[in-house]
């Protein structure tokens, strides 16, 4: 008898968790992230479930009964890496529940007439190379192979030469789904406020990620006058200070939560600060004029320091309204409330691909997310596997 959710979760919880944050670093093609790949593979052989794998990372598990041949297939499943010092619930709820419900399934005699997968996208989080969702670009062809293949790491690691030991294949595995449901700890405290366990998305924001690159003139932080220096600190400074007002102003989101000084010396005035902006809003326009409102304001402190600056998109994602009648459907006999989420998923790509797409939401009592503090209770974990069960043996009938 194949483990249940709990069992599922009790094996990948220590996986790449830092012993002093007790956040996960589950970065793609590195040791961790390979770990709960080589679990996800074991786990799928152990049901029988054939694994078929294309030649970016991404991986579906599928269960072809003979009765569903020919059939448009149902995906479900997520994603396996986290953001650096992430937490234990987005992206693995999503693979564990869908693993749990493949069994819920057999538990209640149900053969699927539909070919049923549970995939597992690489490089969701773009928290190593960049791009947001990497793999389900790459799978859906967003993206192309020749522009994803250089994109480098910190260390300057381009992703072709990461995924070098990586096992690929070389499956179109999107072809033939007729529809997408992704189950996902929410990131947020919708769930929490109307007291209800489970949830169904509406749609995503558009968000975007910019890197700031300030230039300025390295100098002695002693011998240099204030008056005489060129310091690009200062235009990161007052540009960071700039999307937090504009953000609040406007009802966006803008973070920048990533930095790179140069030489990053404690007694030298900076060369070069480059900053990564993450900015979101609820329509593509309030997103433009956000991030645009805050590259001017770099622009007119730079020009009074005598210091420049360059603004690059690394990342866009455009906004997303999820499939009502899929949604309805996904939502089942309950009304479960529909709700919109600020945070990108891998469902957002297939939805922009024109794949149907579904999301469900599991209640995280902090609301807290991409950090140690994550959580969703074993209660709703497993409401949100009746819901996926349930939403499964639907669209399989
Ligand atoms: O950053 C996001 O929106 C998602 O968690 N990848
Ligand atoms: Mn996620
Ligand atoms: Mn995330």
Redesign the pocket.
């Known amino acids: 008898m194949t483990p249940d959710f709990e069992q599922m979760w009790r094996d990948l919880v220590p996986v790449g968790r830092s012993a002093t944050t007790g956040g996960y670093r589950r970065q793609p093609f590195a040791a961790a992230e390979r770990e709960c790949v080589a679990w996800f593979v074991e786990q799928a052989q152990a049901r029988g479930l054939s694994v078929e794998r294309d030649r970016f990372g991404n991986l579906v598990a599928w269960w072809r009964p003979e009765q569903a041949a020919g059939r448009d297939a149902v995906l479900t499943g997520s994603h396996l890496d986290s953001?650096l010092d992430g937490g234990a619930y987005?992206g693995p709820l999503g693979v564990v529940s869908a693993l749990a419900a493949v069994d819920a399934l057999r538990d209640r005699g149900v053969t699927p007439a539909r070919p049923l997968g549970v995939g597992v996208f690489v490089e969701?989080?773009?928290s190593r190379f960049g791009l947001?969702?990497l793999g389900s670009r790459l799978a859906t062809g967003a993206t192309t192979w020749d522009r994803a293949r250089g994109l480098r790491d910190r260390d300057g690691v381009a992703l072709e030469d990461a995924m070098a030991g990586a096992e690929v294949g070389s499956a179109d595995l999107l072809e033939g789904v007729g529809c997408f449901v992704e189950l996902h700890v929410e990131?947020g405290r919708d769930l929490v406020d109307r007291d209800v366990p489970v949830g169904v998305a509406s749609g995503i924001w558009p968000?975007g990620r910019y890197r700031f690159d300030f230039t300025g003139e390295a100098n002695h932080a002693g011998t240099t006058r204030m008056e005489d220096r060129h310091d690009p600190m200062l235009g990161y400074a007052v540009t960071a200070l700039a999307a937090h007002k504009q953000a609040r102003l406007s009802g966006g989101r803008a973070t920048f939560g990533r930095l790179d000084v140069l030489p990053g010396a404690t007694n030298a005035v900076p060369s070069q600060v480059t900053a990564w902006l993450?900015a979101r809003a609820d329509t593509a326009e309030h997103l433009d004029a956000l991030v645009g409102s805050v590259a001017r304001m770099a622009q007119e402190r730079t020009d009074r320091d005598g210091t420049s600056v360059t603004v690059t998109a690394e990342s866009v994602s455009g906004p997303v309204e999820f499939d009502r009648d899929l949604a309805r459907r996904v939502a089942g006999a309950r009304s479960r409330p529909a709700i919109p989420t600020?945070?990108?998923?891998d469902a957002g790509v297939l939805s922009t691909a024109g794949i149907p797409t579904a999301m469900l939401f599991v209640r995280n009592p902090t609301g807290v997310?991409?950090s140690p503090a994550e959580h969703a209770g074993t209660a709703d974990c497993l409401a949100g596997v009746d819901a996926l069960t349930a939403a499964l043996q639907e669209l399989t009938a």
């Open positions: 953001v987005d969701e989080e773009g947001a969702c990131q968000h993450d600020m945070a990108g998923h997310s991409h």
